[in-house]
């Protein structure tokens, strides 16, 4: 959430910085800022009204002593005390207003965010590896998996539907390696592993940006206010939902293994076949509190810390930062980490690491306090997947295979497939 005082103070800056994300906000910041200086304005007659009630209040007694009328001063009272309750109302109503259009609003990118519409415009920052040379015709993981008898995307669509899949055997197996791979290098790299439910109420959704604007691409569960949840940013994040946090803890880092579960509503005929684009995955996430003065230094090592698993792999890739139209809608900043894909002949995104500064923290209420007697302020929260499993099964399927149908599977995960 943005903060309010920005708005008043620098409205124009605002929308400024949100046209990064090709959208002009000038009416959605007019109509916030209305509704506040009416707001205001009740609030301050609100005062007014107390301060004449608190006074009349000490004169009735007095009036009283001395043996004179307070029917006056009484009907006055009445007045006042109706004005109160219809401003009172009025206060809650343009209060619920206003923090439900604030919620709508999407973070303000970080200043030097590249200007663009789309993927295209996002520049590189740096590659690492070189994508294979096959001296065969390399198959996409899709055909490779169904060849193997690892992945059976038919059957799930019977039990299921389509984007889903039935891992097998060696598939089952190096979606469970992949897992605990990533999770002991995380833990050794000093993230804390949390195991999260993998639902998650409206409160937490909201905290962390995926409500009310992304609903549609969520999954909720007839008869409650649950969600199954799209990433275990969402619950990681909101572990310290209201909560002041002590200084000389930060930065906290958490690792977390989830299934994550998306309506994919924006994405027809996107990535149909294979593991890329899926209702149900699996996913290690990284998840960090940090003061806001050192957050950009903790950014730029979540994103190697989430390079680390793709080079301990053997994997080419490359990281680009996103222009504002490529931005997630809670981001300031966002590196995408994206893998060499022999199927696609292009770099396929398999993490993203974001720095949301204090835009969760504001609406889910997460502090931190600098010392004893000092004020409390929001810390900024960064995210980081420790890159996508499955995506990680297509990328080892396709880079390591063989010309006689067989996949060389990478040496740091012969520990965990021999267990």
């Known amino acids: 959430m943005i903060d309010i005082r920005l708005l008043r103070e620098d409205s124009a800056g605002v929308i400024a910085r949100l046209a990064l994300r090709n959208k002009d906000f000038t009416g959605e910041v007019s109509r916030v800022l209305a509704i506040d200086a009416e707001r205001r304005a009740q609030m301050t007659r609100l005062e007014t009204i107390k301060a004449e009630q608190n006074a009349a209040s000490k004169e009735i007694p007095q009036l009283k002593k001395r043996g004179e009328s307070?029917?006056?001063?009484?009907?006055?009272?009445?007045?006042?005390?109706?004005?109160?309750?219809?401003?009172?109302?009025?206060?809650?109503?343009?209060?619920?207003?206003?923090?439900?259009?604030?919620?709508?609003?999407?973070?303000?990118?970080?200043?030097?965010?590249?200007?663009?519409?789309?993927?295209?415009?996002?520049?590189?920052?740096?590659?690492?590896?070189?994508?294979?040379?096959?001296?065969?015709?390399?198959?996409?993981?899709?055909?490779?998996?169904?060849?193997?008898?690892?992945?059976?995307?038919?059957r799930a669509a019977k039990v299921t539907g389509a984007r889903f899949h039935f891992y097998k055997g060696l598939g089952a197996r190096l979606e469970r390696a992949i897992m605990n791979f990533f999770l002991d290098t995380h833990g050794k790299a000093g993230y804390t592993e949390v195991f999260p439910p993998f639902m998650a109420n409206r409160a937490s959704m909201t905290g962390t940006g995926q409500l009310p604007k992304f609903e549609e691409d969520a999954f909720k569960v007839q008869g409650t206010d649950y969600f199954l949840i799209p990433t275990a940013e969402v619950p990681v994040t909101n572990l310290h939902r209201d909560e002041i946090l002590d200084a000389e803890s930060l930065p906290i880092r958490y690792c977390a293994y989830s299934a994550c579960f998306r309506a994919e509503a924006g994405s027809a005929g996107r990535d149909t076949r294979g593991l890329i684009r899926q209702h149900q995955f699996n996913k290690?996430?990284?998840v960090k509190f940090a003061h806001p003065d050192q957050s950009y230094e903790e950014l730029e090592r979540l994103?190697?810390?989430?390079?680390?698993?793709?080079?301990?792999?053997?994997?080419?890739?490359?990281?680009?930062?996103?222009?504002?139209?490529?931005?997630?809608?809670?981001?300031?900043?966002?590196?995408?980490i994206e893998v060499w894909m022999p199927s696609y002949g292009r770099y396929v995104e398999i993490s993203s690491c974001s720095n949301f500064e204090d835009y969760q923290a504001r609406r889910a209420g997460i502090r931190f306090r600098a010392g004893a007697g000092e004020k409390p302020s929001f810390v900024h929260t960064l995210n980081g997947s420790g890159v996508a499993i499955g995506r990680t099964v297509a990328a080892v399927l396709e880079n390591f295979q063989t010309a006689d149908g067989a996949v060389e599977i990478p040496a740091a995960l012969r520990p965990y497939l021999d267990r």
Request: net charge negative; charged share 30%.
């Open 284 to 286: 290690v996430e990284l």
């Open 70 to 154: 307070t029917d006056a001063l009484m009907a006055r009272m009445k007045t006042l005390s109706e004005e109160a309750q219809g401003l009172d109302a009025r206060v809650r109503e343009l209060g619920e207003e206003q923090d439900g259009l604030m919620l709508l609003f999407p973070n303000l990118p970080r200043e030097g965010t590249p200007p663009g519409k789309d993927s295209d415009a996002n520049p590189e920052i740096r590659r690492w590896g070189e994508p294979p040379k096959f001296s065969f015709e390399p198959k996409p993981h899709w055909e490779l998996g169904e060849a193997l008898g690892i992945l059976d995307p038919v």
């Open 303 to 336: 994103t190697d810390d989430a390079e680390a698993v793709l080079r301990a792999l053997g994997l080419a890739h490359r990281v680009v930062r996103l222009c504002g139209g490529d931005l997630g809608n809670s981001s300031a900043q966002t590196y995408d």
